[in-house]
């Protein structure tokens, strides 16, 4: 009798337990999901007048302007464009927290992508006196399938920050072809580096290595979070090799199934 009582209590106090449990997660989830819905709305608002700004500010740029009226368009412009990749950074910060960022299967060329973000990048590093180029390994499959651009986005963020650090030599962006088939890219820069103690954090949402150094640079301490996820997402690993003064070498690889023009098997086409 007295046993079974006690038995019975054990186990009504440890189903209580569990509820309680279960309750507070799953009203941790609800609000994490509110969070994640506000930032995207949010984001979503603000892009749209930020985009007729900017807008208006292209069609002024046209127009006849002293110098120093060209000046201040410019500064609007600049100052527009980095508010919008904060929004967007934002935005794609909380879809990646709501398990939103689906990826696509488009057929796409690996080598004019790669170039595309050096063009991209190029005016801002001549403006820093700094070098940018692409190595581009020769036995690359011509066409393959994925997410071009959100494999463009993790690039351009990477190559973008290595371009930020660095003030003297310059940035390289190489692709080439693993023994295993996959597809390895790195971002190599000649900065400030990355000290050890901090190259895990970095991966981090919100984590700068150095508060003045980031402040003096801006940012929000997403970029590299956000292209954690997505690599991730595409079945890779993103990793940092770095001394202290003496540059940063960002890298993952991932599988990327050619598109003919190729002696590898073909894959069965996406669904
Ligand atoms: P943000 O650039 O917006 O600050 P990121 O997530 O892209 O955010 O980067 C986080 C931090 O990692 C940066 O603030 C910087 O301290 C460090 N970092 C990133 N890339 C480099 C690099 N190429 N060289 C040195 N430090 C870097």
Redesign the pocket.
Known sequence: GAERQRVGRDVTSRVAAEHDLLDARHRAEAASEAKSRFLATVSHEVRTPLNGILGMADLLADTRLDPEQATYVRAVKTSGEVLLSLID?ILDFSKIEAGKIALVQEPFDLRSLVENVVELLAPRAQGKGIEIASFIAPDLPALVMGDRDRLRQVLM??A???V???DQGG?GVSIEVEADGHIAFS?A?T????PKS?QD???R??????DT??RR???????????RHIVERMGGTIT?K?EEGR??T?RFAIALASVGGDSRPALPPPT
């Open positions: 950074d963020n990477l973008g920050n290595a930020k650090f660095t940035v971002v820069d900065g400030p580096g990355i901090r954090a970095v991966f949402e919100f984590e700068q290595v150095d150094a980031s640079h801006g940012g929000t301490g997403l970029g590299l979070a956000i292209c940092v770095s540059g940063a960002f």
